[in-house]
Nanobody
């Protein structure tokens, strides 16, 4: 079993920054892929960013150049640094880990960007 706990969400003004953290219950080096997803009210959950084997990253077009995903094996934590935030980034952000073909999700953390 894998537990994921997100933190770092909050209320920020347009143009501000936040750093989300996803703490895993085991070493993140065992996960094939870890990622951040978000879900805005009335919308489907969408991919934000992923990191594979701790090296290869992938981003949604809407966040490229503004968000950065990274991992710290020593802390069993994956981060999402979010800069130049926009109101359309408002959503609940979820962490996901893929482990032996199974997907595990955290409980989510709310990010609200005011205009």
């Amino acid at each position: 079993q894998v537990q994921l706990v997100e933190s770092g969400g909050g209320l920020v003004q347009t143009g501000g920054s936040l750093r989300l953290s996803c703490a895993a219950s085991r070493s993140i080096s065992v996960f094939n892929t870890m990622g951040w997803y978000r879900q805005a009210p009335g919308k489907q959950r969408e991919l934000v960013a992923t990191i594979t084997n701790g090296v290869s990253t992938n981003y949604a077009d809407s966040v490229k150049g503004r968000f950065t995903i990274s991992g710290d094996n020593a802390k069993n934590t994956v981060y999402l640094q979010m800069n130049s935030l926009k109101p359309e980034d408002t959503a609940v952000y979820y962490c996901k880990a893929r482990f032996f073909a199974a997907d595990y999700w955290g409980q989510g953390t709310q990010v609200t960007v005011s205009s």
